[in-house]
């Protein structure tokens, strides 16, 4: 009995090791050559699929930039209070840039290696620095221009409240502490003119470039700028709704 | 005799038409414009008006305050738009 079963393996074994050597007799090399070949095929695909997937990757992120860029550019020649000088240097780094973005698209279709798509993608950032300054470069001088306005426009109210102002109290009438809010509203708007001064121009002087903190500063000085100018502009004009409403009769 | 007259009378004649046609002997006796020099003629400017301050109307002046406020709302309206557009977003480092 017990031969029997030691009789049963052997046969089981022998037919395990014959059915091997026919398949690598088909195959027609040695079990032990087919891993290597394999796994260079599929490094090789790999490579491919990582090209493909860094290029696709790349273009979305250009065409991302691109659509930011266009929409940017009707801003801009839709924004009523922004100045001929503004419109025109804004309007001339948005083409620069959707020309140069553009080009760089198609070299980055053209790329054979994944080591120049990543030369691309830097390119792509820090050539144009899309996010980080042209965006703030609009709006910001967008900001700027409206708060001109409404600064030229407080500063010939605050003379016209001034008039009436002086012509009511000869004329006897009660205007309370008008001149005291005449004076603050003037100290607002001078205040409001030396945050505004060359914050426009210095923005737009930015250049793009590799050191995306620089960038950073110089933005975010001009957004602090803007803002106080802002707190100045509404401070104003709270105080000219004030004295308007002292001359009512 | 009465020959001689008429020449004369004629030659006369003559000089003032032509002097006439120069815009008359004097002028071009005259300084060139300046200063008075005593010679009679005394340039003047137009002596400008007066300065009167214009009487302001309370009511004038409220009511254009009342148009530059409601423009100057939609400036800030136009402001806050600009500056929120402006804001930092997880983009701005690229």
């Known amino acids: 009995m017990k031969t029997d079963l030691l009789i049963r393996r052997g046969l089981l074994f022998a037919a395990m090791t014959l059915t091997a050597t026919a398949l690598a007799a088909a195959t027609g090399m040695p079990a032990q050559a087919v ?3 394999a796994g260079v095929a599929v490094q090789a695909a790999d490579q491919a699929a990582n090209l493909a997937n860094a290029k696709k990757l790349t273009t979305v992120r250009i065409d991302g930039r691109l659509a930011l860029l266009r ?5 801009i020649r839709n924004a009523a209070r922004l100045t001929d000088a503004h419109q025109t240097a804004l309007q001339k780094i948005i083409d620069a840039d959707i020309a140069g973005l553009t080009e760089l698209r198609a070299k980055v279709a053209a790329e054979t290696t994944p080591e120049a798509v990543r030369a691309d993608a830097r390119s792509m950032v820090e050539d144009y620095r899309v996010y980080l300054l042209v965006r703030p470069q609009v709006h910001l001088t967008l900001a700027a221009d409206v708060e001109s306005a409404a600064l030229t426009r407080l500063r010939t109210l605050h003379d016209k409240l001034a008039q009436a ?7 006897g009438k009660d205007v309370g502490d008008a001149e005291a809010k005449l004076a603050h509203m003037k100290s607002e708007l001078d205040a409001m003119g030396s945050a505004l001064s060359g914050l426009a121009d210095e923005l737009l002087a930015v250049q793009p470039g590799p050191d995306a903190a620089a960038i950073k500063a110089r933005t975010t000085a001009a957004r602090a700028d ?14 000219a709704k004030a004295i308007r409403d002292l001359l009512k009769p | 005799m009465r020959r001689a007259i008429a020449m004369t009378a004629l030659a006369v004649a003559l000089g003032v038409a032509l002097s006439g046609c120069r815009g008359g002997g004097n002028r071009d006796a ?4 300046g200063p008075d020099t005593g010679s009679g003629v005394v340039a003047t400017t137009p002596a400008s008006a007066p300065k009167t301050t214009a009487p302001v109307d309370a009511a ?15 400036l800030l309206a136009e402001l806050d738009g600009q500056l929120k557009k402006a804001e930092e977003s997880p983009n701005d480092e690229d």
Do not use: F, I, N, Y
């Open chain 2, 60 to 74: 004038a002046a409220v009511s254009q305050a009342d148009k530059d406020l409601v423009e100057l709302d939609k």
């Open chain 1, 165 to 171: 102002v002086a012509a009511a109290r000869s004329a």
């Open chain 2, 30 to 33: 005259l300084p060139p414009a």
């Open chain 1, 35 to 37: 891993t290597p070949v």
């Open chain 1, 226 to 239: 803007a803002r106080t100018a802002r707190t100045h502009l509404r401070a104003a004009t709270t105080d």
């Open chain 1, 71 to 75: 929409a940017e550019g009707v801003a």
